[in-house]
């Protein structure tokens, strides 16, 4: 199984960013980097009722030699939390991340877009945006 499931991250709106303190003084071993890639980073719930909470999970995977650390993150909107299923991912292993989208602040007939932004410590991919949308019914 090459999905972790170790120190899990919960991502709330905020004004101020969570950060994994722990893992902020972490330094890759020379000639190490970590690489995330997200093969998925939208997805469409389509009709989605106010009273309904949505979720979606996508994949990130670290395709590096060096451990790759989601050292923060936050939401777009205070209707948008989620769970990462591990803030460190060794090589070649993966995380979850679980959007949890809840349409009761939106106004029926509106459709709505919101997002996550993790910061990682990939030097060429140090933000990742994973994004839900969903058309807001009664």
């Known amino acids: ?61 670290n395709d590096g030699n060096g451990d790759l650390l989601i050292t923060s993150g936050s939401s777009t909107c205070p209707c948008v939390l989620a769970e990462v299923s591990s803030s460190r991912i060794p090589p070649k292993k993966s995380a979850l991340v679980t959007i949890f989208l809840d349409p009761a602040l939106a106004a029926s007939g509106t459709d ?19 994004w839900v949308q969903a058309a807001i019914i009664q």
């Open 1 to 61: 199984n090459r999905v972790v499931v170790d120190i899990p991250m919960h991502i709330l709106h905020t004004p101020y960013r969570f950060t994994q303190s722990e893992d902020t003084e972490f330094s890759q071993p020379s000639g190490k980097n970590a690489r995330a890639s997200v093969p998925v980073d939208f997805f469409d719930f389509n009709n989605i009722k106010r009273s309904e909470i949505a979720a979606h999970s996508f994949e990130i995977v």
């Open 112 to 130: 709505v877009r919101r997002g996550i932004i993790l910061e990682t410590n990939d030097p060429q991919n140090p933000k990742i945006e994973l």
